[in-house]
Every structure is written in C-alpha cells, then in structure tokens.
C-alpha cells in the first residue's frame, strides 16, 4: 500500500511527461506505468537510444541502496538476475513544487513467470528455478540476499528462455532484517524462521514459487501451516517428484544456492531415468517366445528319430531276405 507522498506522486507524473536530470542533464520521457511498490513507482520510459525502465521515489535513501545493488550485479556480471544500471538522477517536479530522486534501468520484456508456465508447461519449472538458482548463488557470494522474491518479480525472456528480475526494491545486505517481503513467499509468515537476511531466506521463497507456479495461486495458512504445506506438496504428482528439495529448501537445510540447484538436477534426471525404465516390463512378455522356438528346435530330433527307425526296418527287412535266399540255395543244392 502506497503513502500519500507516493499517491501524489503517481498523479503528478503523467503518460507524455517528461523527466530531466537535473545533474547528469539526461531527458526521460514517461511512457506509461509498469509498477509501483511500498518505496517508488517504475515507469516505462523512452531515452535517446530506446525504451527503458525509469524508477522514481521520495525516497533518497531508498534510490541509492537499489542502485548500489544493481551495481554489484554488474561488477559481480550477474546480469540474469537484476536489469542492468544507466543512470542516477534527481528532477524537479512542477506539480510538486519539488525535487524527487530516480534511476534508469534496462527494460526487460517477456511474459511473467506464472504465466510462461501456464503457456509452456510444468517441465520448465526445474528449467527456470536452476538458472535463478545459479544467479543467487552470485548474489549471495556478493553479501546481498534478494528478499522480496516472488513470481511478479520474475520476467522470462528469450528465445533462449531466461530468468530476469524486474525489482530488486526488498534486496538487503546479509545479516540485516529483510527490508521487503510478500507474505505468502516469506518464511516468517510460515512459521519456518526469522526474517534476517541470508540465503536460506531466498531459497524458501524459491520452494514457494514452485508450489505457486504448479498451484496458480497462493494460500492463507492454516492453524497447522507446516502440514499445510507438506499436504500440498505431497498431493501433486509433480510437486512430490521435487519433495525432497521442497522440504530441504522450506526447513533451511540448505547451505547454498548451489547445493539446491544439485539437488534439483538430481530429482529431474532420477524421474527421467524412471520414465525411460517404464517399457521394461513389456520386454518380459517375449519369454514365451523363447519356449515356442525352443519346441520348434525339439523337432528336427522328432524328424531324426523317424528316420533312424526306418533305417532300422529296413536293414531288418533285408536281412530276412537274405536269410531267406540263403536257406532257398542251401535246399536247392
């Protein structure tokens, strides 16, 4: 919910405006909202060389500290996981009758997480969550822990399919308290842990955009929310596949991003080794087979006994009519 500085701000700042810098001299000029948040409104602006996405707040102190973290993702080359920085300034706003502070970030375009995967399907779950996975291990590895992560905050652009952040507004230096977060991503509201900033933080909210992007919405909890959660998870077919990685990433087990991402890359070759299994029990139905061509090789020997009688008979045969000549000539003599 915005304060009143904020709402006069938004009806201060109008489509068409435009935004002048007033120590860097460079012109903005507002195209339409894309956002707003509890510290700033984003805007969709057009600058000399193309569009870009322009934030702007009351808030000095707020403006520095999202722009320090943008920052670190450039010098830390983690341009996955934040849009990248252009420009920090401050402009005087007529209807105000005074001065705000804004910055310039890259604008990035695509479809929202939720409803990529709605288009896509469920298989680019893993897909995505070990590419946000490999750019909050960066982050971590920098000092910061993102925070307010959740699916409004993520952008998939492409081809090829990647994962960007749009808002890096509730980033918090490690160690801190969490500066912004949404209830239904933050594991204090779940009863799972505090609010201080470290990874494990992050990579609760990572195990919650999972169930989000697999249930298509988001749950008040229970009076007993833990079991709420394993209930859910354990009454998907797809969710149950990634249990154990839901589990470790809800209960804190996890060190790093980097051990999460393994054991997300485990479960989906582990249940694509199983897909690939699943036609065995049809190659057992050939046995039989192997019975009727073990008959069909019994009888040649059938057909050899035959003959071996016949040969018989006949070598019986002639000698009786050998005896019999043999006793015609005896008498005859």
């Known amino acids: 919910m915005m304060n009143d500085a904020l709402t006069s701000l938004v009806c201060s700042l109008t489509p068409g405006m435009a935004i002048q810098g007033k120590w860097n001299g460079r012109s903005y000029r507002l195209l339409r909202q894309l956002g707003k948040g509890a510290n700033g409104i984003v805007y969709l602006a057009e600058a000399s060389d193309g569009h870009v996405a322009l934030k702007v707040s009351d808030d000095s102190m707020s403006v520095t500290s999202e722009v320090n973290v943008l920052k670190s993702f450039s010098k830390a080359r983690s341009q996955t996981m934040g849009p990248s920085f252009f420009d920090a300034d401050d402009a005087f706003i007529p209807q105000l009758k005074k001065s705000v502070s804004f910055y310039v970030m890259e604008y990035i375009e695509g479809p929202l997480l939720p ?164 036609p065995q029990p049809k190659q057992q139905r050939v046995k039989p087979r192997q019975g009727t061509v073990a008959h069909t090789r019994y009888k040649p020997k059938q057909k050899s006994a035959k003959s071996n009688g016949l040969f018989e008979t006949l070598l019986i045969l002639i000698s009786v009519l050998a005896l019999y000549f043999a006793y015609i000539v005896f008498f005859l003599i």
């Not at 982050?139 to 307010?148: A, E, I, R, T």
């Not at 952008?155 to 160690?175: E, F, H, L, S, W």
């Not at 393994?262 to 299994?277: E, F, M, N, P, V």
Request: glycine residues 8%; contains cysteine; charged residues 20%.
């Open 115 to 278: 409803q990529y995967i709605s288009s896509k399907g469920m298989e680019w779950i893993p897909v995505l969550m070990v590419q946000l996975l490999s750019s909050l291990s960066v982050l971590h590895q920098q000092g910061w822990v993102f925070g307010d992560l959740k699916p409004e905050n993520l952008i998939v652009t492409g081809p090829p399919a990647a994962i960007r952040c749009i808002d890096v507004g509730g980033t918090t230096k490690q160690g801190r308290a969490i500066k912004e977060y949404t209830e239904f991503y933050d594991r204090g509201y779940w009863g799972y842990g505090t609010r201080k900033a470290e990874p494990s933080y992050d990579l609760f909210a990572v195990a919650m955009i999972m169930i989000h992007c697999v249930q298509k919405k988001e749950y008040k909890k229970t009076s007993q929310p833990k079991e709420q959660l394993r209930s859910i998870i354990e009454g998907h077919p797809f969710l149950n596949k990634y249990k154990k990685v839901l589990f470790s990433a809800l209960n804190g087990q996890y060190s790093s991003a980097e051990a999460m991402k393994h054991d997300i890359l485990t479960a989906g070759q582990s249940s694509g080794s199983r897909k690939k299994a699943a």
